[in-house]
């Protein structure tokens, strides 16, 4: 059930001046969670679905939609984040349950010629929502992100730092930590600073809020024996066979995925690549630059049926 979108507070409301919605899941777990999203543009329009991954929300996407004027653009908020429902606990976040609330959207809003495009968690999830839903989708666009299972599933420091016990929680829940910190990943850290940062702060206010990035962490693979594992291979299976446009768009000085462009390249070979020297965030330092990556692959897609 599609339902009105909860307001957002003044200093929010300019910064995203985009039509939104909410839509009341009815399917397995996820029944009766409410999930927010950006709905911008022509109803007719080709969709773009944009998915964030952590600790972001649709906001990240903002500069990115504007610059797709053509197109109707989607934005979900993951659950737990930006203004979708709180799962019950850190063990729900799962990357299967996700998956499946972004299935029931794209099936909800009934959207066809997708182009997909997903950024860090977003990448994976994107895949997964392609390998469930191939009819609907007819472009791919990744960007620093990692949809191929890791040869050796362990993590960064970061992902380590989430499964330890009580400090993880003093670290991530107590600390907001890493949303209070996300200019450090960032070539240029003035980019996400000042009122930009207090945009991403303010969704994850609260212990309870505060549980989504240490799940999101925690659903990083530390062994081949991780939940996670079969529906990233699921997607990794999607995404190597997937025969539409396509395209890679990298920030080099992203600490934490930046070097996983090579590995992507040779998995996605027709993919086009484009390289920048953004940080992980690029829709904060290059918005202009994944905009035009998204049109190219949304001209080069078949047509609508």
Known sequence: MRLSP?????????ELPFERGLL???RGRN????????????ADARPVLLQHGNPTWCYLWRRVIAGLGDYRAIAPDLLGFGLSDSLPGIAEHTLERHADALVELVETLDLSGLVLVGQDWGGPLVAALGARCPGRVAGLVLANTAVLVPARPRGATFHRLSRLPVMSDLLFRAGGFPQNVLGRVQADPATISGATARAYRWPLRGWRRRAAPLALARMVPDSRDHPSIPVLAEGERWARAFAGPAALVWGERDPILGRALGRHREALPRARVVETGAG?????EVPEVLAEAIEAVARAAAPRS
């Open 31 to 42: 029944a009766g969670l409410r999930m927010h999203f950006v709905d911008h543009g022509p």
């Open 24 to 26: 009341e899941l009815g």
């Open 6 to 14: 909860p307001p957002l507070p003044a200093f929010l409301a300019a």
């Open 280 to 284: 992980h965030f690029l829709q904060e």
